[in-house]
């Protein structure tokens, strides 16, 4: 079931074109990672998904809801969070979500803001006035916000830009937990590594176009494989060059790098028969690729 | 569950206001050198009365009373009107007026909290004040109509006020902008309403009247007699609701403009009611000594102030023009062209209908040959003025193009005298049009439709510029 479908996208800042043509869909429950070079276009996307932005050209839905500032039933199912945006600095942290329980017509607001502080660990601050909170904390307020009316799709904008690395690790949970709840999310970061854990797709943003979307299969994947061998080079090399699923078979020296396509345990079948054999390995490991890696294939990597 | 929240409830914005503005170490100050200031009246009246044998209280509290309420309107007309203000343009310059867009609520209730929550200092300091207002009032011998016509009219007027400067907030960018629009509108609607003829919808001068004992008078329209407030509440309420529908439609689609077609041609249709209201009296003193030459006229310079208006307001940027483009598959030019004139088409309909009926219920004109070159004048001006809006938007950069449509409106409306070469180009000159010569009527068609054959060629190919521009793209 496609929950977030993009038609023929098209944005302009004057003679600036921020999105291109612009097509997409992301089915339910997926959590998508978009990534991109500053002034790739992502929060300008993001910002159109959720009716801040009008679109120059083209139409956006969620869960068959036309993206339009005027359709209530849509802004009650989303939850946004930008990258900049502002906080009432005089007002209390629960006052602050209680302000916005109230508009989006919770029952019970107070259970709720009680719940969404829980989740985003802010519960000892909630007396606290805004203006007194870290940067972190203030991220973590936004995510509260953002996630309190329990909304089906969610947009997030850099949410790990400010925080600390143990509040970078909290975010992870509290993501992995939404996306557990069955939420679709578009997530946009600069820090890539931190989306690898928690997303199953990713859309790679250059110059306002998706130049690369994948699925990340978490059953079958390619590993990037390296082994060190003391004796028996040719030994291996006969085994790997007959092996089906191996692919981009280097060897330099004593070191030979290819590429694993299979599950995990065929990986593990396969360093068992690696093990057994009579060549004398002194090292074997995985090189891990996630969407960094990626993304340094498929981009140029520079900034607009 | 605090007070506040079982009172405000229901208005979580009010709310918010209510809580943002009273917890502020500023807001306490306020009040504070207010109730100072309001003891300082006090103490230095009764110091004035100190060598009279036998204290006059009634006069000491005439005194104080007319002291109050002087500060009592500069406080509620202009700190208020300052403090809303700031209200949505501020939310716009931090970064949280996103949020409130994307509220699933009905607007009202955003409108509603921040007139009634955002000057709440003030409403604290009017309601600490108006106890000694009463006292004053119940010994001095004031009268109780004067004093009821004058809080009426400062509720009233505030309100008018506090709509506009939401309405300000609501179109400017940044809240020092909103600030200044605020209170030139403000000045120029106080200056403007001095006129001896709309000296009514002045609450200035019920300020005076309070002082002086004056009269209060009252003004036909529609045949029926009004007393001047409750004329100029009736105004007050019809303007303060069309502003609202204006910020309603913003606040709840914020990808269209503040004002529409709708809006503009009922801002007409007010117009013309209020002036029809007038003529029809025949009696009141805004009629009296008008010629008919001088009716047509006025009519003309409404409709001219309107256009302006409406091209003000709907400056749109060159993105938007481009989105109009874009989502219009065939991209033929004259579809664009005719898109644009449908609003001026519109407008001259209602124009020219309205007219033809002032002129049937006023028993034919005097110079028949006049109101057809002023016609003639009147429509090739709209269609210069129309299309220089839509023109300057044709290229990029939005704030720029408001200051150059700022500049063109002035510009048109700045009296030029009649001799020079420009007059042509002047709206305002119809004023004078009526006495003119056939040569000098002559002149100014010709050269306005010269202006106006430049002009459309511009138009034509530049718009023509950004259709290919758009088609090979696509």
Redo the contacts between chains.
Sequence with gaps: MQTIEIRHLWREYDDLVAIEDLSLTIEKGNVFALIGPNGAGKTTLLKILSSVLEPTYGECFINGEKVHPTNNKLLSIIGFLPDFYGLYDDLKVYEYLEFFGRSYNIKQPANRVKDVLEIVNLTYKKDELICTLSRGMKQRLGIAKTILHDPEVLFLDEPASGLDPKARIELRHTIKNLRDLGKTMIISSHVLTELSDFCNSFGIMEKGKIIKTEIIRKEEKIHHIIINVLVGLDILQNILTKHAKIENLHIKGNQINFDFKGTLDELSKFHKDLTESAAQIIEFFIKKQDIEDLFLQYTSGQEE | ?TNLDMIF?NN??L??NI??RL??KVAKASILIYIIFIISVCLLSFYGFKDYPVFPLDKYCQITFTIIAGVQFLISFFIGSIMVSESIAM?RE???L??L?????NKW?LITGKLLGVPIIVYVSLALTLPLSIYCLIVSGISLYGFCIFYLMLIFGSFLFYIWALLASTVSPKYSWANSLTLLGIILFIIFTFNPSLQFLNPLVYLGKLWNNGIIESTVFYGLKFYNPLLAIIFYIIFSFWMLTGIKHHL????DTVFNKKQIISLFIIFLFIFWGFYNSGASTYTAGLMENYKLNLLFTIALILITSFGFLNNE???KI??FI??NKERDIFFFIKHYLETLILLLIIFIVSTLIFIAFFGGYKQPDVIIYKFLIFFIFSLIYFLAIYLINLW???NQNSIIVGIFAVSLIIPIPFETLIFPFNPFDLLLLGSASPTKLIICITSDLILLFVISGIFYSRLKFLINKIKTK?
């Design positions: 569950m409830g979580p914005e709310l918010k809580r943002l917890r502020t939310e931090k970064g949280s996103d949020f867009y994307m509220l699933p609520i209730v709840t689609n914020h990808w940027s060159y993105t481009r989105t874009f989502n990029p950069g939005k696509c």
